[in-house]
T-cell receptor, first 114, second 115 residues
């Protein structure tokens, strides 16, 4: 069965520092992968998605992610973090079986120190 | 453009009372619709999804049910709430069809507290 692992529950970075959030997936074929961000008490906003092609995908708010098949990873990066990036980040993979169902990782809570 | 509305934003209910949460989507036709629950400090659990009117798939056995009376309306219900039903409930939609490459778009959620 497909699964997603986000090994870091909490990450703290200083404003202006670079960021990398890890995501590992378990899936037999080429997966469809997503990153979402959730601010406290809000719904999830799509940051970026990977379906095929170029393994480095650009998203909104200056985020990017790189698909690495050999490592089964889809890590999210940002060169310079802003205080407004503090939120919870979720990686997700599409489940087989129709309906565009997603399975989510347990999330990484990002704290930004000023 | 497409928008998704969920209400209420916050709800406090006693144990044993009924529940009805509503979600509507605008600006698209025949969307896939989803209900998720997010417990405190945990990820998202898919509860139900629907690919059309009257077509509901349940992902986990529970005290909840879902209905889709209209194309762009998705309702989450319970006859008798349990303490364990507390959580943050999110509705989402995605474009119909595709091969899994349609991203889901989320509403702002309903915070449900059971007393």
């Amino acid at each position: 069965a497909q699964s997603v692992t986000q090994p870091d529950i909490h990450i703290t970075v200083s404003e202006g520092a670079s960021l990398e959030l890890r995501c590992n997936y378990s899936y037999g074929a080429t997966p469809y992968l997503f990153w979402y961000v959730q601010s406290p008490g809000q719904g999830l906003q799509l940051l970026l998605k990977y379906f095929s092609g170029d393994t480095l995908v650009q998203g909104i708010k200056g985020f990017e992610a790189e698909f690495k098949r050999s490592q089964s990873s889809f890590n999210l990066r940002k060169p310079s973090v802003h205080w407004s990036d503090a939120a919870e980040y979720f990686c997700a993979v599409v489940l087989t079986g129709g309906g565009n169902k997603l399975t989510f990782g347990t999330g990484t809570q990002l704290k930004v120190e000023l | 453009s497409q928008t998704i509305h969920q209400w209420p934003a916050t709800l406090v209910q006693p144990v044993g009372s009924p529940l009805s949460l509503e979600c509507t989507v605008e600006g698209t036709s025949n969307p896939n619709l989803y209900w998720y629950r997010q417990a405190a400090g945990r990820g998202l659990q898919l509860l139900f999804y629907s690919v059309g009117i009257g077509q509901i798939s349940s992902e986990v056995p529970q005290n909840l049910s879902a209905s889709r009376p209209q194309d762009r309306q998705f309702i989450l219900s319970s006859k008798k709430l349990l303490l364990s039903d507390s959580g943050f409930y999110l509705c989402a939609w995605s474009a119909f069809g595709g091969r899994g490459n349609q991203p889901q778009h989320f509403g702002d959620g309903t915070r449900l507290s059971i007393l």
